[in-house]
């Protein structure tokens, strides 16, 4: 009578299993583009800053710069260009009260933070949940 030892028929699966895990080990650690919210890997546009925060641009602004953070929370940052005389239009137009530069506000349902910063003729804007 032959008898089969676990080691004679073992080594072909062990080499398969290892081929395997090998495989899905590589798989799960190749780097993915990362990916936001929004389904995109674009940068944000100004449009979707100032729709997250309630902002109402006014035609004489001209963005610089938007950045875009996703975690557990969301923020924006936007750089642009307004003469002074037009900053006041666009603390009234996005319902900051009177003499204040840093608030929250109720924006579709989610509770939104915002901050603005005053450098010159630059405002920077941060715009964040919490």
């Keep these: 009578m032959n008898t089969l030892y676990a080691g004679e028929i073992m080594p072909p699966l062990k080499t398969l299993l290892g081929v395997l895990l090998a495989a899905g080990l590589l798989a799960g650690c190749s780097p993915a583009p990362p990916r936001d919210d929004r389904g995109s890997q674009s940068a944000p546009t100004p449009e979707e800053a100032f729709r997250f925060g309630g902002i109402s641009m006014p035609a004489s602004g001209k963005v ?49 933070y915002r901050k603005v910063t005053i450098d010159g003729t630059t405002v920077h804007l941060e715009l964040f949940t919490m």
Excluded: H
């Design 64 to 112: 610089l710069k938007t950045e875009y953070e996703k975690g557990i929370d969301a923020m924006y940052r936007v750089d642009l260009t307004l003469p002074p005389n037009d900053l006041p239009e666009l603390l009234k137009a996005s319902n900051f009260a009177p003499g204040v530069t840093e608030d929250d506000q109720l924006v579709d349902g989610r509770r939104v």
